[in-house]
């Protein structure tokens, strides 16, 4: 009985403090595996479904590196960030706490429910920009159906506006 009782404490404990990290609005760092402390490059290691959250974006990844000196963190393979106002997922990626920024190589994305894809994603929530963007309106995937457009340059405002440079409307293959 007595040591039902003591596990059942330690996992209100447990429960309390990831609460209380939560309604602080510091950020929290989990993983399937135990997380470890990289001392040559001076962080928090976090492996097999890594998940790291503050505030309302949550960052999900096979691994993700947590500088907390600069409040930095770096994903490695199968990325999800997500958050109110986007989707995105990428092979690697990084955000960095302090300034909320975001960059990734390559990504998909969902905005607005409009699938989007592209290059050199950087920016922070409120302000990405990027290179040779797809649009795809009906979210179809291809550029085969459906209406979408490609760019070379894009930039998404938050939810208030896409901005695009030297962009080509789409009709199925056919540029409108």
């Known amino acids: ?8 404490v330690l ?11 939560y309604l602080c609005g510091a950020p929290s760092l989990s993983s399937d595996l135990p997380i470890t402390y990289d001392t040559k490059k001076q962080c928090s290691v976090a492996e097999g479904n890594a998940e790291f959250i503050n505030k309302d974006l949550c960052l999900q990844s096979d691994r993700i590196y947590y500088f907390a000196e600069n409040a930095k963190a770096l994903a490695e ?3 999800r960030i997500t958050n109110s106002q986007l989707r995105l997922k990428t092979k690697a990626g990084s955000f960095i706490n302090a300034t909320h920024a975001l960059s990734a190589d390559t990504f998909c994305m969902e905005v607005q429910e409009q699938g989007i894809t592209g290059e050199n994603l950087q920016g922070t929530t409120e302000h990405l920009t ?4 797809f649009i795809d309106y009906n979210c179809s995937g291809n550029k085969v159906a459906g209406v979408n457009i490609t760019a070379r340059k894009g930039e998404l405002h ?18 409108v």
């Open 158 to 175: 938050g939810q208030e506006y896409f901005e695009l440079y030297d962009a080509v409307f789409h009709v199925g293959k056919l540029p």
């Open 1 to 8: 009985m007595w040591k039902k009782s003591l596990i059942c």
């Open 11 to 21: 996992y209100i404990g447990f429960a309390s403090i990831n609460a209380i990290h």
């Open 77 to 79: 393979g199968n990325v």
């Open 130 to 133: 990027a290179d040779n963007v």
